[in-house]
């Protein structure tokens, strides 16, 4: 795979781990001395996901002559002694609404990180870089996050080992919410590899899309995102450690999504922003006039969004009071209106003709950006993206935040984005020609991010039903993950993905 270049690679590695729970103590090191691992400590528990992680990129084909040898060094032809990997998990939130512990099919697991970290460390060497980098949910604390996962012990347990992990919060703000609504605000350090703005004119996604004007991003002011998609300007303001990495490993959190389908390695790049709210999330509207942000909205539809409308605008102008005022209406205004999980509003449904177009514009950008804001005609060879998807558990239904858990045993690794998305959400049990993001990742007429079809990927397993070309793999032999509510029937693997 690496001697492929990654938009021609059509190969995609799976493999299932022995057991869907994950180590339970960090460091999670190794239950078994690897040949190849160098490191002093080995766990007393037994680490499935450690081992699952090592075959998938031995599947992957990576180093091969050297495999189980002590000079096996996987990520090698992808970064050299002293480069910089950033590993970009999922770290979105810290907490579940219903489970205490259903943070563990909401974030990457700090065992899948420590594995990719162990294979970066190898690579770059004592004189190398390895960052863990994200920007989370705007109302999440990245320390708590951090403590979850176990990811301060880890990098205690390198620093013992004379390496350094870093831990990076890419977000410029962190706000505090209460019943959802921000009532507090604070400022933070941001990315100390700065921010760079990227415009990609018209080789973006939303070029002729209707929605200029209307979008809507991440903060109650709207006008941020408008301001930076308009008059043919489409820019993004990414993350300067990132987009000076030498490899990023997406290692993104198998879910289903409320306004994409499925959150996968595409999705996961929107943690690189520096600010999101230049990030088109819907367009207000319904499809009737040019919007996804409600497919038909009736009357009580349209009196909530007035109203929201008129405390948007309290809040721009206070944000104290207004965020109070907020506040008070979203606790009443559930039993008129209905909750999140049973009402569609926000764009959070099949029908988010946005959200795909964004993410796509940001893997263009990771793909052809260079390190001083501007894009190159093909891809930069100095910055090798690959993916690998944590789907020891994941998540179902209600996801991305308020998921059920589905104990997959899966993950997936390759070095094209779209290829390893198709893949996974195939095995899920959605249907890739009807998830936009996917679907759409094959079609980019300008920057292109995939060549050919997906059903023509080869997928690597060690399980027989899970082997070969990926559009003649049995849809009753992969899972059968259910969508979120607004996308249910819609996305569903129910026939061939080709004619028999």
Known sequence: MPETDALTSCQVATTRTDDARYPEEPPYSPSHAYPEYRLSH??????????????????????????????????????????TVVLKPNLVRERHPRDPDGWRWVLTHGSVIRAAA?????????????????????????????????????????????????????????????????????????????????????????????????YYGADYDSRVVNAHHSGGRHEYLLSGTVMNADLVVNLPKLKSHKKAGVTLGLKNLVGINADKNWLPHHTEGSPRDGGDEHPSPGALHRLERTAVAG????????????????????????????????????????????????CLDLNKILAYGRPDGTLAARPEPGRRHVVLVDGVLAGQRGGPMNPDPLPARLLTFGATPAAVDAATAYLFGFDPDRIPVIHQAFRCARLPLAHGSWRDIELRGDDDAWHGRLGAIAPDAVLRAEPHFAWRGQIELTRPAVPR
């Open 118 to 214: 162990d294979f970066a460390f190898a690579a770059v060497g004592p004189s190398g870089r390895v960052v863990v980098a994200d920007a989370p949910q705007t109302d999440s604390s990245f320390a708590a996050i951090v403590r979850v996962l176990g990811l301060d012990r880890l990098c205690a347990f390198y620093a013992g080992q004379g390496l350094t992990l870093g831990l990076v919060d890419l977000r410029q703000e962190e706000w505090t919410t209460v019943d959802d609504v921000v009532v507090d605000r604070r400022r933070l350090a941001g990315d100390p590899g700065g921010a760079i703005a990227y415009d990609l004119g018209d080789a973006s996604e939303f070029v002729g899309h209707s929605g200029s004007g209307r």
């Open 311 to 358: 405390l948007r605008r309290a809040a721009t102008m206070s944000p104290r009071l207004g965020g109070e005022l907020m506040r008070l209406a979203r606790h009443g205004g559930t039993h008129v209106f209905g909750d999140g999980d049973s009402v569609i509003r926000s764009g959070n449904w099949w029908g988010n003709d946005t959200v795909w177009r964004m």
């Open 42 to 83: 080995l766990a007393d528990e037994p680490n499935h996901v450690y081992a699952a992680v090592r075959r998938v990129l031995r599947l992957a084909g990576l180093d091969p002559s050297r495999v189980d040898t002590a000079h096996w060094n996987p990520f090698g032809d992808l970064v050299g002694p002293g480069g």
